[in-house]
């Protein structure tokens, strides 16, 4: 798995360990438009993902694990808010279709990001039911990953619980 170190300014300081992983999907249609909200933007915009992983499978490194990188915004899972500040966010880059719904993944980047999840649950202990998506920890705000995330792999490969039971 190649990473692309690809620095953002949009980070702060954690306070508290990591347990967590948030999946997200960009509903961009480009990488370099993805890069242009999440390295380039300014304030009150500003926001960032520790990871994006591209199309071809290729993963960008945007914030250092230790950091508190901005990509939940108001949220919560079970009793705890301000899911920032426990997680790991990565994007996986994924274009809107002309109906306004997200589109699918590729084999390469989904590949990319059983990896990555591999490797990062293992450095912290991530158990299988805090790797959510964005739209389980902001349900009244956002819709990514999608219908069209591939859940039943990364719950068959151990990384994730059944979304059925989140
Ligand atoms: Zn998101």
């Not at 966010?89 to 989904?110: A, K, M, R, V, Y």
């Not at 158990?127 to 009244?140: E, Q, R, T, Y």
């Not at 039943?152 to 151990?158: D, K, N, Q, S, W």
Request: with cysteine; net charge negative; proline share 5%.
């Amino acid at each position: 798995m190649k990473i692309i170190q690809k620095a953002s300014p949009h980070f702060n300081d954690r306070t508290t360990p990591i347990d967590m992983i948030v999946i997200h999907a960009t509903a961009t249609q480009t990488l370099d438009e993805t890069f242009s909200y999440l390295i380039h933007s300014q304030a009150p915009h500003r926001v960032s993902a520790h990871y994006v992983i591209d199309r071809d499978g290729t993963v960008y490194q945007l914030v250092d694990e230790s950091k508190r990188a901005w990509h939940a915004g108001i949220s919560r899972w079970g009793d705890r808010e301000d899911i920032n500040t426990y997680s790991i966010g990565i994007e996986f880059q994924c274009p809107t279709q002309s109906d306004g719904t997200l589109g699918n993944f590729t084999q390469d980047q989904i590949q990319s990001g059983l990896e990555l999840c591999h490797d990062i649950q293992k450095r912290y202990h991530i158990l299988p039911k805090n790797v959510v998506g964005h739209s389980d920890i902001a349900p009244n705000r956002k819709q990514d990953p999608g219908i069209l995330f591939p859940w039943e792999i990364f719950v068959r490969e151990g990384i994730a619980s059944n979304p059925k039971r989140r």
